[in-house]
């Protein structure tokens, strides 16, 4: 699992100039299986320049918004109370909101 996180971070650090631009880290990774009430994700765990954790998802639609970033230990309040359409929205809210 934690294979598949890490092959799947560095796959999203490459094929985007505009994360250079942000001040975060990555810090680990998860694969969340789908199980009731819960959908199937990867789960990437960054830290910004404010010290703070956050936790971006990215999940397995086929439609619609795919990443939501969100602030332990507020697990049912995105930030920015909405999913965003890509991975670089995402650590934005996280890490600037």
Same mark, same amino acid.
């Given at each position: 699992?934690?294979?598949? =996180?890490?092959? $799947? @971070? +560095?796959?999203? @650090? @490459?094929? +985007? #100039?505009? @994360? =250079?631009? $942000?001040?975060?880290? *990555?810090?680990? %990774?998860? &694969? ?16 910004? +320049? ?7 998802? +990215? ?16 697990? %049912?309040? #995105?930030? %920015? %109370? ?7 929205? =995402? *650590? &934005? =809210?996280?890490?600037?909101?």
């Amino acid at each position: 699992m934690k294979t598949i =996180a890490t092959a $799947l @971070l +560095s796959i999203a @650090l @490459l094929i +985007s #100039p505009a @994360l =250079a631009q $942000l001040d975060f880290i *990555v810090i680990g %990774g998860m &694969h969340q299986p789908a199980a009731k009430n819960v959908e199937k994700a990867n789960i990437i765990a960054i830290r910004c +320049s404010d010290g703070k954790k956050y936790f971006i998802y +990215s999940y397995f639609r086929s439609s619609g918004p795919n990443y939501r970033a969100i602030e332990p230990p507020k697990w %049912g309040n #995105p930030i %920015g %109370g909405m999913d965003y359409p890509n991975f670089e929205d =995402a *650590v &934005h =809210a996280a890490c600037y909101t």
